[in-house]
């Protein structure tokens, strides 16, 4: 039992799978040709591939191809199909590139495209290649391409190591983990050197002088040896992975979770490439976290830092960030929160002379608090040591100029002051003058101002103050521990409050951040419509980042469109609108601070739902987000897209709700009118044909155009209620109203259905003084036509109905009553809806009767109202504001 529940699957993991492998089918797939270095012969096993599919009928062409001069190379390439080139214009050279939309809009089965890592001329679309190719493959084409092993991201310092040359051109390692098939060309260092001989990778010249720097036999080997590695290490992950899905038991060593701590140092570049390789080959799961302090960066750290941040995105590391002054209780907290395996830290380096009181603690503390959980510490490179004595004989501060300034003068004016009144006070007292002096000036300064101030005021106070004046010298013992204490407390009281202060401005900012998202989703939740979305949106973004937003969203065709709130329309230009749709297209951001489309003023972010992309915010950055602004940005726009994306699920829900009950409503319409459309044209059919076929009596000749004209008027009258219904849907019932008199109303509809009211004994009831009312003749008589009708298909033969006029507070009000059944009560509510019939009621008719009242006495702002009788039958009300002839006073009438 134990074994199969083991062997079920996990639900959420087969779903997971399955949307996997879905997300595969959709995309091209990518093959990556892999070598040690150049000259290992990548282009030519790629063409040599391109050429055995070809052969199967396979669509090829080359997209970019570089053949080096290579004879043997280009002699290969012919037979395929090349795109043509784009030439882009850089400092008044015409670079050519890659032409990427010529590409997708070829369309072919799998296009070549040589040199992965290459980076593109400034004014691409991308500025790397393999941005290049991410789209190619996500426009559903396959990709043939080329690699060395040193532009990978986490193998590029080490290269450098080992041949001393630094790798500029990268590519993050996720591209080549994300590839479906890797092929690997190997040469002995043996053979690739013998290719450089002959001249068969560069010239001769520069073959010699390649031999000399990059291509020593050492570097070769380690080079392949590297490649080897990596490739055997997709190979082993390829395997777990497949036993995985496949849901073979065995050893996994996913269990591992690595934890890798960053900061503001270039030292964090090494220990998150070198804990990325470590990572890969063990199978490990690996996050990197920043612990924010007190401590106040400088521009350079803070540039460092993003730096640090997106090497570690490139890489496919995750980063947290969290807010402790206790760096290593953090470390610790959030790996035992994370279930982390192993830490990885770097080897602590000295930042100033106050870190010497830290020197080793930090190590030792977070190993004794780690507990079960490995640490692995990574020192630094020589380059750091070089610079480690420079950087430990200077202190870091960060305040301007003006600030020491200011603590100089007020420590003076102070001492001055106090300098006047010292035989008064005494030079004790001037002492806790001056430590007062040094904590206010914290509340307002950084560290090097408060300790200048600390310095100058134990320096004044002693030469000032202390027995004997004038001199450094102190004469008391007590006095020499007094401005020793008083140097201590002075500096620490100020550093202290200094850091508390930097501490409660950092939990000040983060707290106004969280109370915008507070305030961002109550207001959204408030909200209906796309407009009023857009426009809490832009208030919140230009009230908290201080610029402007465009907000782009799709529309029911799947197409952008611009939408503004204001006045005034939001001018984009035809380039705007291009980076706009490819940002919606490709769900990636684009513009300015970007690796796409950089050159544009604008940065473009998708608004990216649970479903799919809701649309596109460009906004004109004064400068780039810091990382906290930026989680602070995403955190907003995931809001915006989520509401965005629940109105849009709104709308579409309330559209299928409006199909689905106009699907009901075309099914009623169409049983009822064939219905009733069969009984007048089967009757007129009959008679006709019965008239046609022989002669008859006069009396059965009248009988015959008897029924011929009742069939005729009920089909009339269906086609009226049509008619009227389409004019009602439509809002083009506009009554024109005339001065009637109510006789002449009951009257003409009297007569109009003397027929039907024979079986019933009818009556009209109206006062005698009734006054001309200002109504529409016609509509009015539509109404009533339509009531007393109704009237007689419920009411028993030989019962009363009544119609009834009065006036009542400058309200015609109308009533039709019979001693019928009356209507159900769970029906009433529903009796004026279109195509409505009871359950009980006779066959024939449309339902279209009553709505049509309801419709004709709300075009005359009038109300309508069902209800049954205490003693039993039916009593429809009519009121309908009108102006009258004579209204002498007159009250309601009963009768």
């Known amino acids: 039992m134990n074994t199969a529940e083991e062997n079920r699957p996990n639900p959420d993991e087969l779903l997971a799978s399955l949307l996997n492998e879905e997300d595969k089918r959709k995309r091209g797939r990518l093959k990556i040709f892999f070598g040690m270095c150049a000259g290992v012969g990548k282009t030519y096993s790629m063409l040599q591939a391109a050429q055995a599919e070809k052969s199967k009928g396979i669509d090829i062409v080359i997209g970019y191809l570089e053949t080096h001069g290579?004879?043997?190379?280009?002699?290969?390439?012919?037979?395929?199909?090349?795109?043509?080139?784009?030439?882009?214009?850089?400092?008044?050279?015409?670079?050519?590139?890659?032409?990427?939309?010529?590409?997708?809009?070829?369309?072919?089965?799998?296009?070549?495209?040589?040199?992965?890592?290459?980076?593109?001329?400034?004014?691409?679309?991308?500025?790397?290649?393999?941005?290049?190719?991410?789209?190619?493959?996500?426009?559903?084409?396959?990709?043939?391409?080329?690699?060395?092993?040193?532009?990978?991201?986490?193998?590029?310092?080490?290269?450098?190591?080992?041949?001393?040359?630094?790798?500029?051109?990268?590519?993050?390692?996720?591209?080549?983990?994300?590839?479906?098939?890797?092929?690997?060309?190997?040469?002995?260092?043996?053979?690739?050197?013998?290719?450089?001989?002959?001249?068969?990778?560069?010239?001769?010249?520069?073959?010699?002088?390649?031999?000399?720097?990059?291509?020593?036999?050492?570097?070769?080997?380690?080079?392949?040896?590297?490649?080897?590695?990596?490739?055997?290490?997709?190979?082993?992950?390829?395997?777990?992975?497949?036993?995985?899905?496949?849901?073979?038991?065995?050893?996994?060593?996913?269990?591992?979770?690595?934890?890798?701590?960053?900061?503001?140092?270039?030292?964090?570049?090494?220990?998150?490439?070198?804990?990325?390789?470590?990572?890969?080959?063990?199978?490990?799961?690996?996050?990197?976290?920043?612990?924010?302090?007190?401590?106040?960066?400088?521009?350079?750290?803070?540039?460092?830092?993003?730096?640090?941040?997106?090497?570690?995105?490139?890489?496919?590391?995750?980063?947290?960030?969290?807010?402790?002054?206790?760096?290593?209780?953090?470390i610790v907290d959030f790996a035992?929160?994370?279930?982390?395996?192993?830490?990885?830290?770097?080897?602590?380096?000295?930042?100033?002379?106050?870190?010497?009181?830290?020197?080793?603690?930090?190590?030792?503390?977070?190993?004794?608090?780690?507990?079960?959980?490995?640490?692995?510490?990574?020192?630094?490179?020589?380059?750091?040591?070089?610079?480690?004595?420079?950087?430990?004989?200077?202190?870091?501060?960060?305040?301007?100029?003006?600030?020491?300034?200011?603590?100089?003068?007020?420590?003076?004016?102070?001492?001055?002051?106090?300098?006047?009144?010292?035989?008064?006070?005494?030079?004790?007292?001037?002492?806790?003058?001056?430590?007062?002096?040094?904590?206010?000036?914290?509340?307002?300064?950084?560290?090097?101002?408060?300790?200048?101030?600390?310095?100058?005021?134990?320096l004044i106070w002693d030469y000032f103050f202390i027995p004997p004046p004038y001199t450094l010298h102190i004469g008391q013992p007590v006095d020499v521990f007094m401005l020793i204490m008083f140097f201590i407390i002075a500096l620490l009281n100020g550093i202290l409050t200094s850091r508390v202060r930097r501490q409660e401005k950092k939990i000040r900012i983060r707290e106004e951040r969280t109370n915008a998202l507070y305030q961002l989703t109550k207001e959204l939740s408030a909200l209906s419509g796309s407009i009023e979305v857009v426009k809490v949106a832009s208030g919140t973004i230009q009230k908290y980042f201080r610029i402007n937003p465009i907000i782009f969203l799709k529309n029911e065709q799947n197409q952008l469109n611009v939408i503004t709130y204001e006045a005034t329309p939001i001018q984009i230009t035809e380039n705007e609108m291009s980076v706009a749709l490819w940002v919606y297209k490709n769900s990636a951001k684009a513009g300015k601070y970007t690796d796409t489309l950089p050159s544009d003023d604008h940065t473009y972010y998708p608004l990216q739902g649970n479903s799919g992309i809701m649309g596109v915010i460009a906004v004109k950055h004064p400068a780039i987000f810091t990382h906290g602004e930026e989680q602070f940005w995403d955190a907003c726009l995931s809001q915006i897209s989520g509401k965005l994306e629940r109105e849009f699920l709104r709308d579409a829900a309330k559209k299928t709700y409006l199909l689905s009950e106009s699907e009901k409503l075309y099914k009623t319409l169409f049983n009822s009118i064939s219905h009733e459309l069969r009984i007048p044209v089967a009757t007129i059919m009959g008679a006709s044909d019965t008239l046609l076929a022989q002669e008859y009596p006069e009396e059965t000749r009248r009988n015959l155009y008897e029924e011929l004209n009742k069939a005729s008027?009920?089909?009339?009258?269906?086609?009226?209620?049509?008619?009227?219904?389409?004019?009602?849907?439509?809002?083009?019932?506009?009554?024109?109203?005339?001065?009637?008199?109510?006789?002449?109303l009951a009257n003409s509809v009297t007569e109009s259905l003397k027929n039907e009211l024979k079986p019933y004994a009818?009556?009209?009831?109206?006062?005698?003084?009734?006054?001309?009312?200002?109504?529409?003749?016609?509509?009015?008589?539509?109404?009533?036509?339509?009531?007393?009708?109704?009237?007689?298909?419920?009411?028993?033969?030989?019962?009363?109905?009544?119609?009834?006029?009065?006036?009542?507070?400058?309200?015609?009000?109308?009533?039709?009553?019979?001693?019928?059944?009356?209507?159900?009560?769970?029906?009433?509510?529903?009796v004026f809806n279109k195509f409505y019939r009871g359950k009980e009621a006779k066959a024939g008719g449309t339902g279209l009767g009553l709505s049509i009242v309801k419709g004709f006495v709300e075009a005359h702002l009038g109300s309508v109202k069902a209800e049954n009788r205490q003693n039993g039958g039916a009593l429809i009300t009519i009121k309908i504001p009108v102006e009258l002839s004579d209204i002498n006073s007159l009250q309601k009438t009963d009768i």
């Open 70 to 330: 290579r004879k043997e190379t280009a002699e290969l390439a012919n037979g395929f199909e090349e795109i043509a080139r784009k030439s882009i214009e850089y400092k008044s050279t015409l670079i050519p590139e890659m032409d990427l939309d010529a590409v997708i809009s070829r369309k072919p089965q799998v296009v070549l495209v040589d040199e992965l890592a290459h980076t593109n001329a400034p004014g691409s679309r991308h500025s790397k290649r393999y941005q290049d190719v991410q789209e190619i493959l996500e426009n559903g084409i396959s990709v043939y391409t080329t690699l060395n092993v040193q532009h990978l991201e986490s193998r590029s310092e080490t290269v450098a190591q080992i041949t001393g040359i630094l790798v500029r051109e990268t590519i993050p390692d996720d591209v080549f983990e994300s590839s479906d098939e890797v092929e690997l060309i190997d040469l002995t260092p043996e053979e690739l050197l013998q290719r450089l001989s002959e001249g068969k990778v560069y010239t001769q010249e520069r073959s010699k002088e390649a031999v000399n720097h990059f291509f020593r036999k050492g570097n070769i080997t380690a080079l392949r040896e590297m490649a080897l590695r990596i490739v055997a290490d997709r190979v082993d992950k390829q395997l777990h992975d497949y036993m995985q899905y496949k849901r073979i038991r065995g050893p996994w060593k996913s269990g591992l979770h690595f934890l890798v701590t960053i900061d503001f140092k270039i030292q964090s570049t090494r220990l998150l490439r070198w804990a990325k390789n470590l990572s890969y080959s063990m199978g490990a799961h690996i996050q990197a976290l920043y612990v924010e302090t007190t401590h106040i960066m400088s521009e350079k750290e803070h540039e460092q830092l993003n730096k640090n941040i997106n090497l570690a995105k490139q890489l496919g590391i995750p980063v947290r960030i969290i807010t402790n002054n206790d760096i290593v209780k953090a």
């Open 336 to 458: 035992h929160k994370e279930n982390i395996t192993h830490i990885f830290i770097g080897k602590p380096r000295i930042r100033n002379s106050l870190a010497l009181l830290r020197l080793n603690s930090f190590v030792n503390k977070i190993i004794r608090l780690s507990g079960n959980i490995d640490v692995y510490i990574l020192g630094s490179d020589s380059q750091a040591k070089d610079k480690f004595s420079q950087r430990a004989s200077r202190l870091s501060f960060t305040s301007n100029y003006s600030q020491y300034i200011l603590s100089a003068i007020l420590v003076s004016i102070v001492s001055i002051i106090c300098f006047t009144f010292k035989s008064y006070i005494g030079y004790q007292t001037i002492s806790f003058i001056l430590l007062f002096l040094v904590s206010i000036l914290a509340l307002f300064y950084g560290t090097g101002p408060i300790l200048l101030a600390s310095t100058l005021s134990a």
């Open 713 to 744: 008027i009920r089909l009339n009258r269906l086609i009226e209620n049509l008619l009227n219904m389409s004019r009602i849907e439509s809002g083009r019932i506009k009554p024109h109203p005339d001065w009637c008199d109510v006789n002449d």
């Open 762 to 830: 009818f009556s009209v009831v109206i006062p005698d003084k009734m006054p001309m009312v200002f109504v529409d003749f016609g509509l009015m008589e539509q109404v009533l036509h339509n009531l007393i009708l109704n009237a007689t298909q419920h009411a028993a033969e030989g019962s009363q109905i009544r119609l009834k006029f009065f006036i009542d507070h400058h309200f015609l009000t109308i009533q039709v009553m019979d001693r019928g059944k009356g209507f159900p009560e769970t029906e009433i509510a529903s």
